[in-house]
């Protein structure tokens, strides 16, 4: 595993998109190698979002397992999620969209609010395990989970709605980047080898 960068997302053309159908007309939509493991599924489709500029609320509508109202949203557990749509939208195997939600297998809770390591925002990831009740500190970087904008004091429901989908990586209150050294997870590098085991052995329950 290499330390490059992505890339730059002005790269990639201007896209027409498809909302009926959550894909795009021609071209570019999304590259499967900007997920991390373990990546929650919150921040594979702010990621969805923030790349082809989409409305939140198209986005809940197409994912959700039902119809709903897309501001009032859905949890994030596969029991409201189309996880077999979401992989075939994001080019990924289900297998990783299952990684993004808690493991029902380590009878873990989840916290329903959005809890978050500034460090791995900055760098546009958002792990499931961040998620997880009893994880006070991110494995990869040993920092406190916050809970909190650190601009407004909002404390925020993790869930997928539109206001949420429409302030990728931020604050749906006051649009703060949560990290405030945030840019583009497209110009970040990949996850070392030691970030992606220490991650992965607090989501299996190692």
């Not at 996880?83 to 990783?96: C, E, N």
Request: aromatic share 10%; charged share 20%.
């Amino acid at each position: 595993m290499t330390d490059e960068p992505f890339g730059n997302a002005t790269e990639f053309p201007i896209l027409t998109f498809d909302e009926a159908k959550l894909a795009p007309s021609w071209g570019y939509v999304f590259d499967a190698h900007w997920l991390e493991p373990c990546e929650s599924v919150v921040s594979m489709l702010w990621k969805l979002v923030w790349i082809n500029r989409l409305a939140g609320h198209s986005v809940v509508a197409h994912v959700a397992r039902h119809i709903v109202d897309p501001y009032i949203g859905i949890g994030t557990t596969l029991r409201e999620v189309d996880g077999k749509y979401l992989a075939s939208v994001l080019g990924v195997r289900l297998k990783t969209i299952r990684q993004s939600v808690p493991n029902p297998i380590s009878r873990r809770t989840a916290s329903p609010v959005l809890r978050y390591c500034i460090h791995c925002m900055a760098r546009g990831y958002h792990s499931a395990v961040h998620q997880f009740d009893g994880v006070y500190r991110c494995p990869i970087h040993a920092t406190l989970m916050e809970t909190r904008c650190r601009r407004c004091g909002a404390q925020n429901d993790y869930r997928i709605d539109a206001r949420i989908l429409d302030a990728p990586f931020k604050c749906p209150e006051c649009r703060r980047p949560y990290a405030p050294s945030w840019s583009s997870f497209t110009r970040c590098r990949r996850m070392r080898v030691q970030e992606r085991a220490a991650v992965t052995q607090v989501f299996i329950g190692c």
